[in-house]
């Protein structure tokens, strides 16, 4: 007689594009809206890859910036458009000629499911680079652990040195959808010991999700 041991199968972790804007504190002008930090503009590659570079020191309209407002509060919140396990941030931040202090330097993470309400703190006191106007820099990564998140909001702390004013260029996060982890079956052989399968549905998931 055969024994059914269960395990967790789960997809690769994949770079989530928002699929929108859920809220913005503020916007300097439409051109520099906060759609710019996910609609691709200034990346080197249609598809936005952990590798792809973005472009500084163009035109304005390659990143969000924010109003001429004190900067601490200032946030935007993005949505994933369905609950993911998100593991982790890429933000490349905001670099313009001669005003790369515009760019974040401290922020907190929050999270929402379905039901919107920010009651997760994902992060907190993360810190990024300033980059320069003239590279085309790669994404900073910041790990994080979240469940079943749909809506998740950068909350800014500070800028590296700008006057009321602050901005990222492009985001994306890496993440699993929280719905699609099917339990896969597997037969052993009844001659075999039951504890070379006491492995927790945990540490099987943990093995397998992580690339
Ligand atoms: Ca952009």
Redesign the pocket.
Known sequence: MGLVVSFAVCSTAEVLQPVGIKEVSSEYNSSQSAT????????SDDEVTITTT?RNGGPDD???LSARKPVAGQYITYDLGMLYDVSAIYI?NYAFHGKNDRGIKQFDVMGAGSDGLFDTSVAQNLILDMVHGYDAGVAQMKPVNAERIRYIRIKIDSNHGADKLVGL??IRFEGTPSEQKPLGLIMASADMRLNEFIISRADVSAMVCRR
Do not use: M
Request: aromatic share 14%; charged share 20%.
């Open positions: 710019r930090a996910i609609d691709g503009s200034g990346c973005v390659l990143h969000w490349w260029s492009e």
